[in-house]
């Protein structure tokens, strides 16, 4: 069952350049997005998120976008910092249920200093 | 700032056997779930609880597992007879409300191995 899907296992980018993670769905009765951040031995902690009726949210250095049509989304993180590097998770939920997440694989980002 | 536990950190156990997992979610929250990471895999949700009922469950969550609310503070995942492919990471965690646009907060997880 891959209704959510991050494509790319791992992401390096230099610090102070942009990271984008990508997070593809196929389930169209999603309409709720979230990302989430984890550290190794801890557990996930939410980053940001994005509702249907939007296609950008930004939060600090944070921003995702939503493409609705092509059912995908991504994460965008500027200015990469060291200290961002970690596993990000994409999340999905359907606003008709019982707040039930469906996450994708994991990218493993690292920023390199 | 307030958080998710879980208890304990490791459990090793032999399969066949009982295991009682345990999560004390931030104390105004109302909505409870568990979520699983077997190494290497994606997470997985179990189940969700709200108000002593289970709200919705998953495939995996099958006639061995169970949830429970035992008092006013804690949660806790039993798995009545370990399999070997019940090792996996598991993540307790918790929101003030059941809607899609409530955060969860999750715990740091507890490291399940059956052998």
């Known amino acids: 069952d891959q209704q959510v899907k991050q494509n790319s296992p791992s992401l390096s980018v230099q610090e102070g350049r942009i990271s984008i993670l990508n997070c593809d769905y196929t389930?169209?009765?999603?309409?709720?997005f979230l990302w989430y951040k984890k550290y190794p031995a801890e557990g996930p902690t939410f980053l940001i998120s994005?509702?249907?009726?939007?296609d950008k949210n930004e939060d600090g250095r944070f921003t995702v976008f939503l493409n609705k049509s092509a059912k995908h989304l991504s994460l965008h993180i500027v200015p990469s910092q060291p200290g961002d590097s970690a596993v990000y998770f994409c999340?999905?939920?359907?606003?008709?249920?019982?707040?039930?997440?469906?996450f994708g694989q994991g990218t493993t980002l690292q920023v390199k200093p | 700032e307030p958080e998710v536990t879980q208890t304990p950190s490791h459990q090793v156990t032999q399969m066949g056997q009982e295991v009682i997992l345990r999560c004390v979610p931030i104390?105004?929250?109302?909505?409870f779930y568990w979520y699983r990471q077997i190494l290497g895999q994606k997470v997985e949700f179990l189940v969700s609880?709200?108000?002593?009922?289970?709200?919705?469950k998953s495939e995996i969550f099958d006639d061995q597992f169970s949830v429970e609310r035992p008092d006013g503070s804690n949660f806790t995942l039993k798995i009545r007879s370990t399999k070997l492919e019940d090792s996996a990471m598991y993540f307790c965690?918790?929101?003030?409300?059941?809607?899609?646009?409530?955060?969860?907060?999750f715990g740091p997880g507890t490291r399940l191995l059956v052998l």
């Open positions: 609880f709200y108000n002593n009922e289970i709200s919705e």
């Open positions: 999340a999905a939920s359907e606003s008709s249920n019982t707040g039930k997440l469906i």
């Open positions: 994005i509702s249907s009726i939007k």
């Open positions: 104390s105004n929250h109302l909505y």
């Open positions: 965690a918790s929101s003030v409300g059941g809607l899609a646009q409530e955060t969860q907060y």
């Open positions: 389930n169209s009765m999603f309409d709720y």
